[in-house]
């Protein structure tokens, strides 16, 4: 969950990040924008530097809280380092322009997604923390990979399929807003965990999709994919509890389908992707 609670604040880090805070595991880590970040902030070491890219009011100032008891030197990202330009290819990746403290960087990232600007602001502000130099800088941003996070798989077949491991409200909106800029429209094939805010996440992408198949995460919290059709009232919708029935019916030759609402869902997707098309590469292999 990141955090206090994670397995990784076991380690005792260099240098602390924390991204964006969003309302999520509110049964874990607390209903409001300021509790969860201040377990974010349980990863937080004394003398230890940390860096945030976070912008919300409430919860900077539960980060800087957790700071001073701590007596960790915190920083903002948003306040050291300026996002000049991006220049989107839409499914091929972008390209950033930002100015640090330490200069400018021209950097190319294969990621999609507005949000990954951000992101990237923040990684490259750790790396001259860790005094990398520019070349190492660059490099790193260009062979970033993150399976199962926008990413394009384009099959034998002439289809593309777009995996996104958004499974909460945020991460859905990053998803719609990305879609939103390209052309045309794609197919959905959605499944959601019964703890996540299903109405919310469909709500923000049905409106951006053509065909939608409903289906359910190999998990025991996997919410009956007839509940979430009842969230699209008068929207024609499939619905196929199979997740391998459900793949079937979304792929089509020279079609686009998103796969999205549960990291379980997107796992196995990936996964009977590879085991039929032979794309994309095992998380674990090198590009």
Same mark, same amino acid.
């Given at each position: ?50 860096? &945030? ?90 062979? &970033? ?26 991460? &859905? ?115």
């Amino acid at each position: 969950m990141g955090g206090r609670l994670d397995a990784t604040n076991v380690c005792e880090p260099l240098l602390s990040l924390v991204t964006s805070i969003s309302l999520e595991h509110r049964e874990h880590l607390g209903d409001t924008l300021a509790l969860i970040a201040r377990e974010k902030a349980g990863i937080f070491r004394p003398g230890r530097p940390a860096l &945030a890219w976070v912008e919300e009011p409430e919860a900077m100032e539960s980060l800087r809280t957790v700071a001073a008891e701590v007596g960790t030197p915190l920083r903002f990202g948003q306040d050291l380092a300026s996002i000049r330009e991006v220049i989107s290819e839409g499914w091929g990746g972008q390209r950033v322009s930002l100015v640090t403290p330490a200069g400018e960087h021209d950097l190319w990232i294969d990621l999609p997604g507005a949000h990954q600007a951000r992101n990237l602001g923040l990684a490259v502000l750790a790396a001259e923390e860790l005094r990398l130099d520019h070349q190492a800088i660059a490099a790193g941003a260009r062979s &970033a990979r993150w399976p199962g996070r926008l990413e394009r798989i384009d099959l034998p077949n002439g289809g593309r399929v777009l995996l996104d491991a958004a499974h909460n409200a945020e991460g &859905a909106s990053v998803l719609a807003d990305f879609l939103s800029q390209l052309p045309g429209k794609a197919d959905l094939l959605f499944g959601v965990l019964a703890d996540k805010d299903a109405t919310e996440m469909i709500g923000r992408l049905a409106p951006l999709v053509d065909r939608i198949v409903l289906t359910a995460p190999p998990s025991e919290r996997a919410r009956r994919p007839e509940e979430v059709a009842a969230l699209l009232p008068g929207r024609a919708v499939e619905v196929e509890p199979d997740l391998g029935a459900a793949l079937d019916r979304a792929l089509s030759p020279g079609g686009t389908v998103v796969a999205c609402g549960s990291i379980f869902l997107v796992g196995e997707v990936r996964r009977r992707l590879r085991e039929r098309f032979g794309v994309p590469a095992a998380a674990t292999e090198p590009l």
